[in-house]
């Protein structure tokens, strides 16, 4: 078991920067991937990043590439997500997921095995 807290939410103006942190409780935080969804009112849970457990390879949305970056700091259980150039359209609550999702699940919530409560985040026009 594993349990995470997302931090670092808010309402920011369109061009703006968020950092998104996600603490994990577990000491063995390093065998997690790590990632990142959102989800808007009305609206499916989406893919935002992933960081995998190995090698720190990273994966992102086509939506979010280029703006987005996850790292994580494996000496304090922590994974992050800098958001840069915000838009309005990633106006959601993020949540961090922890998991070992193989392959193509990794892209999709049902593939991760642990969330946190969410952070909302609200980018004005």
């Known amino acids: 078991q594993v349990q995470l807290v997302e931090s670092g939410g808010g309402l920011v103006q369109a061009g703006g920067s968020l950092r998104l942190s996600c603490a994990a409780s577990?000491?063995?935080?390093?065998?997690?991937?790590m990632g990142w969804f959102r989800q808007a009112p009305g609206k499916d849970r989406e893919f935002v990043a992933a960081?995998?457990?190995?090698?720190?390879?990273?994966y992102y949305a086509d939506s979010v590439k280029g703006r987005f970056t996850i790292s994580r700091d494996n000496a304090k259980n922590t994974v992050y997500l800098q958001m840069n150039s915000l838009k309005p359209e990633d106006t959601a609550d993020y949540y961090c997921?922890?998991?070992?999702?193989?392959?193509?699940?990794?892209?999709?919530?049902?593939?991760?095995?642990?969330w946190g409560q969410g952070t909302q985040v609200t980018v004005s026009s």
């Open positions: 997921a922890a998991g070992f999702p193989d392959g193509g699940r990794l892209w999709y919530a049902n593939g991760w095995g642990y």
């Open positions: 577990r000491r063995a935080f390093s065998i997690y991937t």
């Open positions: 960081i995998s457990r190995s090698d720190g390879r990273t």
